[in-house]
């Protein structure tokens, strides 16, 4: 089962990337990384009330909340570096770096929590979607425009912090139901995002989002919170070293979806190093 949420989690991820690109054309990014915030908050807790784990929280452990709201902390941070990449690059370009989170993981797992079994498979695995990660960034369009020199550094904030946010997560969610954790650190995500439009005085553009772009920032929160929910079910049943190849294997999805709706086309370099991720994922997946 938990493999089976793992990989709905990475399709709804993949769904997630094309939404949210598709309401941050003329959108700040942090802007919607908040209001998608209280889309996806909405409907963690949702499904708190529905499995009726609500009345748990005042059984949380000190450690838990803790580990809980640093992963959100994270996650936050993860989120404005890769709206704002979004921002700033082709969804081809960003994700496949964005997606490197995994190599950093898959390590952490197997240092922090032992998950050494099979361990010569998942550092194959872990190679290959590095060499794919690698061949997927196009050199060229980091230079080619100047205001877009920077997503390749939001972009790897973005997989550093996600990194974090698995770790993290693992810790926190051990002995707590996983819906009622993702609502806990969706509420942190969420006072994070909000401080940061007002920090930067972005507030006084929320009356100027189209409704056409909520709308897409809206299902984006939609799909991310669906993601969150299958994801974090598979972390607290499943390996770590493992749910998190398959989670970001949502670059298929997103891919795909970006061919058809955004007319972004893969070059051929691009197309070997995502064989390569898939590859690697798949040989983690199947010798689990």
Same mark, same amino acid.
């Given at each position: $089962?938990?493999?089976?949420?793992?990989?709905?989690?990475?399709?709804?991820?993949?769904?997630?990337?094309?939404?949210?690109?598709?309401?941050?054309?003329?959108?700040?990014?942090?802007?919607?990384?908040?209001?998608?915030?209280?889309?996806?908050?909405?409907?963690?807790?949702? $499904?708190?009330?529905?499995?009726?784990? *609500?009345?748990?929280?005042?059984?949380?452990?000190?450690?838990?909340?803790?580990?809980?709201?640093?992963?959100?902390?994270?996650?936050?941070?993860?989120?404005?570096?890769?709206?704002?990449?979004?921002?700033?690059?082709?969804?081809?370009?960003?994700?496949?770096?964005?997606?490197?989170?995994?190599? =950093?993981?898959?390590?952490?797992?197997?240092?922090?929590?032992?998950?050494?079994?099979?361990?010569?498979?998942?550092?194959?695995?872990?190679? $290959?979607?590095?060499?794919?990660?690698?061949?997927?960034?196009?050199?060229?369009?980091?230079?080619?425009?100047?205001?877009?020199?920077?997503?390749?550094?939001?972009?790897?904030?973005?997989? +550093?912090?996600?990194?974090?946010?698995?770790?993290? *997560?693992?810790?926190?969610?051990?002995?707590?139901?996983?819906? =009622?954790?993702?609502?806990?650190?969706?509420?942190?995500?969420?006072?994070?995002?909000?401080?940061?439009?007002?920090?930067?005085?972005?507030?006084?553009?929320?009356?100027?989002?189209?409704?056409?772009? =909520?709308?897409?920032?809206?299902?984006? +929160?939609?799909?991310?919170?669906?993601?969150?929910?299958?994801?974090?079910?598979?972390?607290?049943?499943?390996?770590?070293?493992?749910?998190?190849?398959?989670?970001?294997?949502?670059?298929?999805?997103?891919?795909?979806?970006?061919?058809?709706?955004?007319?972004?086309?893969?070059?051929?370099?691009?197309?070997?190093?995502? +064989?390569?991720?898939?590859?690697?994922?798949?040989?983690?997946?199947?010798?689990?």
């Amino acid at each position: $089962m938990w493999i089976i949420m793992a990989i709905l989690s990475a399709f709804f991820a993949g769904l997630t990337t094309i939404l949210a690109k598709c309401g941050i054309k003329h959108t700040d990014p942090d802007i919607a990384t908040a209001v998608r915030t209280i889309v996806v908050l909405a409907f963690s807790w949702l $499904m708190v009330l529905i499995v009726g784990s *609500a009345d748990t929280i005042t059984e949380l452990e000190t450690k838990s909340i803790l580990f809980l709201i640093l992963s959100g902390a994270a996650t936050g941070l993860s989120w404005i570096c890769y709206f704002k990449a979004l921002s700033m690059a082709d969804v081809n370009k960003v994700v496949p770096v964005d997606k490197s989170s995994t190599i =950093l993981t898959v390590l952490l797992a197997i240092i922090l929590f032992g998950e050494t079994h099979n361990l010569q498979i998942k550092l194959i695995g872990t190679v $290959m979607i590095a060499i794919g990660v690698f061949m997927m960034i196009e050199k060229k369009d980091v230079t080619v425009r100047e205001n877009k020199r920077g997503w390749l550094i939001y972009a790897g904030l973005s997989a +550093g912090f996600a990194a974090l946010t698995s770790i993290l *997560a693992k810790v926190g969610i051990t002995g707590v139901e996983s819906n =009622l954790g993702t609502a806990i650190r969706t509420g942190v995500v969420l006072i994070l995002a909000w401080a940061i439009v007002f920090g930067k005085g972005k507030h006084k553009q929320l009356d100027s989002i189209s409704r056409k772009e =909520l709308l897409f920032i809206c299902l984006s +929160g939609i799909a991310t919170g669906a993601s969150w929910l299958c994801y974090y079910y598979a972390i607290q049943n499943g390996v770590v070293s493992v749910v998190v190849p398959i989670d970001k294997m949502s670059i298929l999805i997103t891919v795909a979806f970006s061919a058809v709706f955004l007319k972004e086309k893969l070059t051929k370099k691009s197309a070997v190093g995502l +064989g390569l991720m898939s590859a690697g994922t798949l040989a983690m997946t199947i010798f689990v």
